[in-house]
C-alpha cells in the first residue's frame, strides 16, 4: 500500500504561483510514477503532469506546459509541482497519484491517490 498526502493549496491572484507538495509513504518502492490530476468544478479529472519516481522522465498537458514543472525529492518521498503563471482556469482541486506500472495520462493506470488539495484562482 501507498499513501498519497497532497498540500499547498491556495487561493493565489491571476499570474502568481503556488507550489503543491505531495509526499508518498508506505511501499514507495513499489511506485513506477507519481502523476498529478486535477479536477475543476462540473468538469472531469484531467492530467497535469507525471514524473517517474526513478529518472527524470517528465510529461506535461499542453494546457500547463511552460507554466507547471513537476519534480520529485526521492529522500524525502515527495514530489512537488511548481505552477507559475496561474490563470482562471487552473482553479481545480488537485490530486497526486501513483502508478506502479507505467507513466500515463489515464487515471485508470494509477493504483493510489491522495486526497486532493484545492487550487483557488482569482482575478
Known amino acids: 500500500q501507498v499513501q498519497l498526502v497532497e498540500s499547498g493549496g491556495g487561493l493565489v491572484q491571476a499570474g502568481g504561483f503556488l507550489r503543491l507538495s505531495c509526499a508518498a509513504s508506505?511501499?514507495?518502492?513499489?511506485?513506477?510514477?507519481v502523476g498529478w490530476f486535477r479536477q475543476a468544478p462540473g468538469k472531469e479529472r484531467d492530467f497535469v503532469s507525471v514524473?517517474?519516481?526513478?529518472?527524470?522522465?517528465?510529461s506535461y498537458a499542453d494546457s500547463v506546459k511552460g507554466r507547471f514543472t513537476i519534480s520529485r525529492d526521492n529522500a524525502k518521498n515527495t514530489v512537488y509541482l511548481q505552477m507559475n503563471s496561474l490563470k482562471l482556469e487552473d482553479t481545480a482541486v488537485y490530486y497526486c497519484a501513483a502508478s506502479g506500472m507505467r507513466m500515463s495520462t489515464v487515471q485508470a493506470s494509477y493504483d493510489y491517490w491522495g486526497q486532493g488539495t484545492q487550487v483557488t484562482v482569482s482575478s
Open positions: 514524473i517517474r519516481w526513478s529518472g527524470y522522465i517528465t
Open positions: 508506505g511501499r514507495t518502492s513499489s511506485m513506477y510514477a
